[in-house]
């Protein structure tokens, strides 16, 4: 965040205090949105495995991608692929995109200021 806000020309913190007011989020709790806007895109139209999904989003071990996936949307990835899976089984190109609103049975919806 040091470099965004040097890129800027802006102190961390005045930085900061801009972007929490012109996005109500902190830049991390944006940077996580992000993420686990990613994280359930890459889940939901590939067939790509667990572990290389977490490293591309920066993840330093699968385990702590499962544990963030987790506390925010209350089921592991692995669950939420394989609930994916049963609605829309064709991978790759043919399935839509639009899955990122949807949300599995059984699944908490998601509080993005809980994402930080």
């Known amino acids: 965040?040091?470099?965004?806000?040097?890129d800027a020309g802006l102190s961390r913190p005045h930085f900061f205090h801009l972007f929490k007011r012109t996005?109500?989020?902190?830049p991390g709790v944006y940077h996580n949105v992000l993420r686990f806007e990613r994280a359930v895109a890459e889940l939901s139209a590939s067939d790509r495995n667990i572990g290389e999904i977490a490293i591309d989003l920066g993840?330093?071990?699968?385990?702590?991608?499962t544990r963030f996936f987790r506390q925010h949307l209350g089921i592991a990835p692995s669950e939420y692929h394989?609930?994916?899976?049963?609605?829309?089984?064709?991978?790759?190109?043919?399935r839509s995109a639009s899955v990122l609103g949807?949300?599995?049975v059984g699944a908490r919806a998601v509080d993005?200021?809980?994402l930080g």
């Open 112 to 114: 993005f200021q809980t």
């Open 102 to 104: 949807t949300v599995p």
């Open 1 to 6: 965040m040091s470099t965004l806000a040097a």
């Open 59 to 65: 993840f330093d071990a699968p385990g702590n991608f």
């Open 82 to 94: 394989r609930v994916v899976d049963l609605f829309a089984p064709e991978v790759g190109a043919s």
């Open 23 to 26: 996005t109500g989020l902190t």
